[in-house]
Structure formats: C-alpha cells, structure tokens
C-alpha cells in the first residue's frame, strides 16, 4: 500500500498506521495496568521506521506516552489514592534522571546495558515470584522523611535509566514502591504512572529541539494510547493488586525473554 504523504506522518502506509493505532492501544492498557508499554509500542515503531531512523520512532512513542500515562493517571487518582506529597518529589527527580540519561544516552555500549538490566530484571522477577504475599497489602517500612527520600533516589535513577531508552523502567518503578518502599501493587501502579509521566517528558525535552517528533503520526498514536490507558488504569482497579501482580510477572517474562534475545544476538 501507498505511503501517505501527510505531514509529520514519517511516510507509513495507511495499513501501516492502522498497526501502530492498534500497537499504541495494546500498549496504552498494558502500561496503565504495570508499566511495560515500551515492550509493544516502540517495537511496532522500530519494524516500520517512519521517518527513516530510528531515532524518529523513539521520539514520537513518547509523545503518546506522555499522553497516555497521563490519562492513566487522570483515572487512577479519580478512583484510588494517590501520595503527592511523596510522588511528586519522585517524580521531579526521575525527570531530572531522564534528561541526564537521554544526554548519555551514546555514554555505555548497548550490549552491557543489556546484560546489566537482564541480571536486574531476573532478580526482580524471582523475589516478587518466590513472595507471593508481596505488595497484597500496605506495609510501612520508612519514616515518613526517609521513604520520600527514597523515592526520590531511586525515581531519578530509574529516570536516568529510562533517559539512556533502556527497557523495564516501569517494572523496575512498581518493584522500588512494592519490594523497597512497602507499596501495594495497585498504589504502587499508580504511583509509577506519575513517574512515568515525568520520565517521558523529561525525553522528549531531549528529542523536541533535535526535530525528531513526527508530530501528526505522534498525536493519532497518543489518542489511541490514552484509550488503551483508560481502560487498563479501570482494569487494574477493578482486579485489585493480586491482577497487578500477576501482569507484572508477566511483563518482567516478556522483557527478559526480549532482553535475553538481544544479547544473544549480539
């Protein structure tokens, strides 16, 4: 099929943009639920390449995360309760984190990112298995002070991860707010969504002045992203945090198995 010639579009097909319409959604409600969208979003980018470069697909995946972990965001503080008092010092310091980490983004060769991240995840990934009772239930293990400094740490060196474009940003959010800070899972989802938020914007402070938004394509994605969020967000508050965890799970599987095909690869 035709490329489209409409502007800000990178040149994909009609039959192209109904794929990444239907990738953007999937991603949308899958991010809302535990983080995760990138695994789905960005891939589906990356096997069409508007504009040409890869660079392009990067930056315009996030201009329909911002929008779409924004209305995840819009949901879940409509429905469930929400720390700003401790979220927003979070997210101020993953924002900083992600516009540092988008600046080195070319700083550590991809293939040790890779390894470092898949050692992390698979850690991660067996301690929340192995404790099935984790994150079922709110459990103070901070002062207030200490868990808002906490938060702030970890929030802008997980920031800093997703600035470099690496992969598991939001499962490695939720678990800081689960395994470390003493969150439920749904609190913590929520919660991570916020981060999210600052972490996509602090990248697209990187990638808006370079030019490499394709803006119209970005906007049609971002609609149908902020479906798929509202619908996840009401999904994952209606299950409760026992539906969280097991998406979870399931996401840290799908980006190990990912993770572990790329260094495979080379």
């Not at 008092?85 to 993953?94: E, H, K, S, Y």
Request: net charge positive; proline share 3%; hydrophobic share 60%.
């Amino acid at each position: 099929m035709n490329a489209l010639d409409w502007p800000g579009f990178g040149h994909v097909s009609l039959a192209g943009l109904l794929f990444l319409c239907a990738a953007a959604a999937l991603a949308g409600a899958v991010d809302a639920v535990v983080g995760g969208g990138g695994l789905i979003q960005l891939p589906a980018m990356l096997l069409l390449a508007p504009g040409g470069q890869p660079v392009y697909a990067m930056a315009t995946s996030k201009v329909a995360a911002v929008v779409g972990t924004s209305a995840a965001v819009r949901t879940y503080t409509r429905q469930t309760t929400v720390d700003w008092r401790a979220a927003g010092p979070m997210a101020a310091a993953a924002f900083a984190g992600a516009v540092g980490g988008a600046a080195f983004a070319n700083a550590l060769p991809a293939a040790v990112l890779n390894a470092v991240v898949f050692g992390a995840l698979l850690l991660v990934g067996l301690y929340t298995w192995r404790k099935p009772d984790l994150g079922t239930a709110e459990t103070t293990r901070f002062q207030r002070r200490a868990e808002i400094a906490v938060m702030a740490v970890g929030g802008a060196a997980i920031g800093f991860w997703d600035g470099l474009a690496g992969p598991g940003t939001g499962a490695f959010l939720v678990f800081l707010l689960v395994g470390v800070v003493g969150f439920a899972f749904l609190r913590a989802s929520a919660t991570a969504k916020i981060v999210n938020v600052a972490t996509n914007l602090g990248a697209l402070l990187y990638f808006i002045p370079a030019g490499r938004v394709l803006w119209g394509l970005g906007i049609v994605l971002a609609v149908c992203n902020v479906t798929g969020a509202v619908f996840g967000a009401r999904l994952a508050i209606r299950k409760g945090s026992g539906f969280v965890r097991r998406v979870f799970l399931t996401v840290v599987v799908a980006l190990l198995v990912s993770l572990g095909w790329k260094i495979a690869a080379g």
